[in-house]
């Protein structure tokens, strides 16, 4: 039988912020799997730690305790594992998009998305390629030399999800990526998400708190105090 | 791509006129390299045109341009006597003060032996003196034209020849008359003077009660030379023989003990030592005070532009940037802003520096270390700036 190879793997991940008695645990003994192609919702009032699960799955938070396996590779156990290169693993693997689109203000549309390629290393025709596909490919051909004040939200929010998916990431962290946006242009960029995890086989995290946004997901976590009930399995 | 270059790009309007700022504060520090070194170049002028290797002045003075300095003109044939010397030619300096179109008209007159050596460098219009008397040849920077009259003692001298950039040691730009005319401008009393200063002396020596009457007639026959004569000169310049020792020839010429020989190394040293040297202090203090100035608001532009993009670090980090591209970014804008700013500071000195009231000299040694330190400078100072990035955590990018 074949051992499933999960793009998320999450054991007993504990949060905890400060110490002695201002300590916070912002997540507590979180355990999940997440499957390349998976399209999962993380739900929950604010406060409950949504952020804080992105951040440590999206090596930027160090867990306090418990293992991070991200694409087979084991991030985090008991703390970052030693001699990482979490930037290297970040520009590799994962994909952020956040909830203010989080632009280069002085980088055109295209320029913002070259540059996730360009510090991977790849050539500057290689990414303007690549970046001009992706952005023709999420209706934003009319759109490569604009600056991101020039953008609409929703014409920006693409922006930066072009970028996040530059690299081919294996994994995708969305931090309420439809909060500045209108239900319309929300439910489109959610469409287009699915349509991603598709299409890309990423696996893909988004934190949301609107519960209209969440149909057609493949599973919805519920976060509540840092405890994180799975609502529809798998 | 280049993240420096597209920020400037942005943001281009605050950028040039931050560069335009500090271009005008290099300027002024370069402008006060080049007053220094015209401080030299003029303190040095005369000295360099007269292409002398002994300056024979007054006994215990610093003369001619330091010190006053009054030796006999004839002095010039024991000088060119002397074993080694190859030539001996008598100067006169004076600054004369007058008023012309209505305003003070300020220029060092240097007379000359017109047989000898000393008079004017080149010739750049016009021709040189020919004649003994009444003729003058002015520096460019006098802005007199050939032909031009100008009255000074006693008589009109005509202006037949331009030359170039003589000047005093004051800065003040020179004019050239024959040793003679020099003499008389300097010495010859107008002839009421001349009859005061007869009767003056005649009636103390007809006073000594000592004197025979045929002393006094003696005397008094010659209190004409004693009150008219103006064969004096405030230094003798001397030329050596090929293969001479300058310090034998300075030895034998001191030897009489009534004239000081003073090398042409020792007269730099008067020169740019005593009297320059304040100035010079002066003008490095403001140098560095302007550079420090430089310093500091390169540092807070480039620390507050740095503030204005912890969003933009903190996602360059969360997307995976290298240090080095968030470095590179910070460092690149501060060398770019020195290099234009610089720029702007050399175009507008070399645009300008004709212009100025005193000289400019612009050395090419202290354009290159003004730039190697402005360089540094803003390598320093975008220290402060990298320090603050590199602090930012990627997690900074989540806040809205
Ligand atoms: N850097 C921090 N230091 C200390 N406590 C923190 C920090 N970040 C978050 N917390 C605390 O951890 C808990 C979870 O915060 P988190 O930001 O993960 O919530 P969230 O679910 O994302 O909320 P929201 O919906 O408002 O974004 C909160 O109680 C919060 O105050
Ligand atoms: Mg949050």
Known sequence: MDKIMYAIEVENLTKIYGKGE??????????????????????????????????????????????????????????????????????????????????????????????????????????????????????????????????????????????????KPKVILADEPTAALDTENGKNVMSLLKKLAVDNHSAILVVTHDHRMVEGFDRIFQVNDGRIADEIGS | ??????????????????????????????????????????????LHFTKADIWVVQQNTNGPFAESSRIPEDIKYRIKAVPGVADAAPLSFQTIQIERQGKPFRFFLIGYDLNGFGGPPVILAGRDIRQ???????????????????????????????????????????????????????????????????ARIGANLAGIQSLSPSQAKFLKLNIAGITESTHTVNTVVARLAPGANLKEVQERISRWNHFRPISVEEQTKILTKGMIEKARMQLGLFRIILL????????????????????????????????????????????????????????????????????IVLEPFDLQALFVIVMAICMIASFVGIRKALKVEPAEALGG
């Open chain 2, 1 to 46: 791509m280049n993240l420096a270059i597209r920020d400037i790009r942005y943001h281009r309007g605050r950028f040039i006129l931050t560069s335009i700022g500090l271009g005008l504060l290099l300027g002024v520090v370069i402008s006060m390299g080049g007053i220094y070194r015209g401080l030299f170049a003029d303190a040095l002028a005369v």
């Open chain 2, 292 to 359: 420090v100035i430089s310093a500091v608001i390169i540092a807070l532009i480039i620390y507050t532009s740095t503030l204005d993009k912890i969003k933009v670090i903190a996602t360059l980090k969360l997307i995976g940037s290298q240090n080095r591209v968030i470095i590179g970014m910070i460092l690149q804008q501060s060398l770019l802003m020195g290099v234009i700013a610089y720029a702007i500071g050399y175009g507008l000195i070399l645009l300008t520096y004709e212009n100025f009231p005193r000289r």
């Open chain 1, 22 to 167: 201002t300590a916070v645990t912002a997540i507590a003994d979180a355990t999940f799997h997440v499957k390349p192609g998976e399209l999962v919702a993380i739900l929950g009032p604010s406060g409950s730690g949504k952020t804080t699960l992105l951040t440590a799955i999206g090596l930027i938070n160090e867990p306090t305790h418990g293992k991070v396996i991200i694409d087979g590779a084991t991030v985090a156990d008991e703390g970052w594992t030693p001699g990482l290169d979490l930037k290297r693993l970040r520009r590799e693997k994962l994909g952020f998009i956040f909830q203010a689109h989080n632009l280069i203000p002085f980088l055109t549309a295209l320029e913002n998305v070259m540059i996730a390629l360009e510090i991977n290393h790849l050539s500057k025709n290689e990414a303007k390629g690549r970046a001009t596909e992706l952005l023709v490919s999420l209706n934003l051909g009319h759109r490569l030399n604009n600056y991101p004040t020039a953008l609409s939200g929703g014409e920006a929010q693409r922006v930066a999800i072009a970028r996040a998916l530059a690299n």
């Open chain 2, 132 to 198: 003994k008397h009444y003729e003058m040849v002015v520096a460019k920077a006098m802005k007199m034209e050939i032909g031009e009259k100008i009255h000074l003692g006693l008589h009109d001298y005509t202006v037949v020849g331009i030359t170039g950039k003589v000047v005093s040691s004051g800065g003040d730009p020179a004019a050239y008359v024959s040793l003679a005319d020099a003499q008389d401008i300097q010495f010859k009393k107008d002839n009421d003077a001349v009859r005061n200063d007869r």
